[in-house]
C-alpha cells in the first residue's frame, strides 16, 4: 500500500463510545495485494472482494469470508442528451432501442460468470438489501433475457440488417454501432463488458469496448459528455 488514513476515537461525542480507539484504512493497488494483506494479517478487515478472490480465502483457517446481500450495482448508462455538447449517439434516445438491448443481456450467465453466483440480476436501482424500499417486479414486468423478443423490438422500430451486414442500421441507414466504456476500478465490469459485447453482436448491436480507470471515465461522462 502508498495510502493511508487513520481515523481516531473522538473523547467529547455526545453519545456512546465507539468500541474502537481507532481505524486505519490502506490503500492498496490491487486486490491480489490486499487478499495477501489480510492472509498475512496486516490487516483485519476489507470490502468488497471480487468473487474470485472471495472464494479463495474461504479455505483459510485464520479468515472468515462473510458474504452479504448487495449494496452495490452494475448498470448501463446511456448518454441521452440532446444538447450541442453531447458527443453520444443520438440512436439511443430511442426507448425501443434500449429495451432491445435490455432483453439481449443474459444477467443470469452474468451472475454466475463474473460473480460465480455471489449476486443476483438487478430488476431496479434499489437492490433488495433495501428491503424496505425495494420494489419486487413481477417477471412479466421485468427485462428478461429474450435475444428473439429483442430482433422483434428492433425489426419494429425499423432497425434492420441491410446489404448483407451482421450489424442492424435504422431507417435512415446508421449502423447500431456504438462505444461501451468500463471501469477498471470495479474488476466485474470489464468482464462483464466482455461477455456483453457478444450477447449485442447476436441480436445485430456492435459494442467497441474500452476499460479505463474511474477518473477518465468519470471525465469522459460529467466533463466531456463523450460516451
Known amino acids: 500500500h502508498n495510502q493511508s488514513l487513520q481515523m481516531k476515537r473522538n473523547p467529547t461525542y455526545w453519545g456512546p463510545h465507539p ?3 481507532s481505524i486505519s484504512w490502506l490503500v492498496y493497488q490491487n486486490p491480489e495485494t490486499l487478499a495477501l494483506a489480510l492472509q498475512k494479517g496486516d490487516i483485519q478487515l ?3 472482494l ?3 478472490i472471495f472464494t479463495s480465502l474461504q479455505h483459510h ?3 472468515a469470508a462473510v458474504s452479504y446481500l448487495p449494496t452495490q450495482f452494475v448498470h448501463f448508462g446511456f448518454n441521452l442528451l440532446d444538447s450541442p455538447k453531447s458527443k453520444g449517439n443520438p440512436l439511443l434516445r430511442d426507448k425501443a432501442l434500449r429495451q432491445a438491448m435490455a432483453h439481449a443481456i443474459d444477467k443470469d450467465k452474468l451472475v454466475a460468470l463474473v460473480l460465480e453466483g455471489y449476486g443476483s440480476p438487478g430488476t431496479t436501482i434499489i437492490m ?3 428491503k424496505d424500499w425495494h420494489l ?8 428478461l433475457y429474450d435475444p428473439a423478443r429483442a430482433r422483434q423490438i428492433l425489426d419494429q422500430a425499423g432497425y434492420t440488417v441491410r446489404n448483407g451486414s451482421s450489424i442492424r442500421q435504422s431507417r435512415d441507414g446508421r449502423p447500431l454501432h456504438f462505444r461501451l466504456f468500463a471501469s477498471v476500478g470495479l474488476s466485474s465490469q470489464p468482464a462483464a463488458a466482455q461477455l456483453i459485447v457478444p450477447m449485442m453482436n447476436d441480436v445485430g448491436i456492435q459494442f467497441d469496448l474500452t476499460a479505463m480507470p474511474d477518473a477518465t471515465l468519470s471525465s469522459r461522462v460529467f ?3 463523450d460516451y
Open 19 to 21: 468500541g474502537l480507539r
Open 46 to 48: 476489507t470490502y468488497p
Open 50 to 52: 471480487s468473487a474470485t
Open 61 to 63: 483457517a485464520n479468515i
Open 128 to 130: 433488495p438489501a433495501f
Open 136 to 143: 419486487n417486479l413481477p417477471k412479466s414486468q421485468q427485462y
Open 223 to 225: 466533463s466531456e459528455i
